[in-house]
């Protein structure tokens, strides 16, 4: 999970001046290469993005999600939210008794106060 935001905040501010994430969606080149057609969102994926606020308001199911997360997200990190964030579901930020003692998102994370 931070590795994807520190991912997604290097390519932003590779694109230059005035380029955030939406700049991302429209980048030329070789990273299309690597898009997916919609960012894969499993029960993982809805849950974490949601206890970090990762979407404009609470979701209700992964399609929704996933439709959150393509407003914002760029494109080219799409095919690779789901690889990054399920292990991290399974070892970490369970479904009940997430492990945010042992988290390296506690800090930064508006669910580890309430859980
Ligand atoms: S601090 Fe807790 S709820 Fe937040 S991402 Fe980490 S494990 Fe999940």
Do not use: Y
């Amino acid at each position: 999970m931070t590795a994807l935001s520190a991912r997604m905040l290097t390519r932003s501010r590779s694109l230059g001046p005035g380029a955030g994430p939406r700049g991302c969606r429209e980048e030329p080149g070789p990273l299309r290469r690597r898009e997916a057609a919609a960012a894969a969102v499993d029960t993982h994926v809805h849950r974490i993005a949601n206890r970090l606020r990762w979407t404009k308001k609470a979701t209700k199911s992964p399609e929704e999600t996933r439709a959150a997360l393509e407003e914002w997200l760029p494109r080219e990190l799409w095919h690779e939210i789901n690889g990054l964030l399920v292990g991290f579901g399974q070892q970490t930020c369970l479904p009940v008794h997430p492990r945010c003692h042992a988290c390296l998102n506690q800090a930064l994370c508006p669910a580890a106060q309430g859980l």
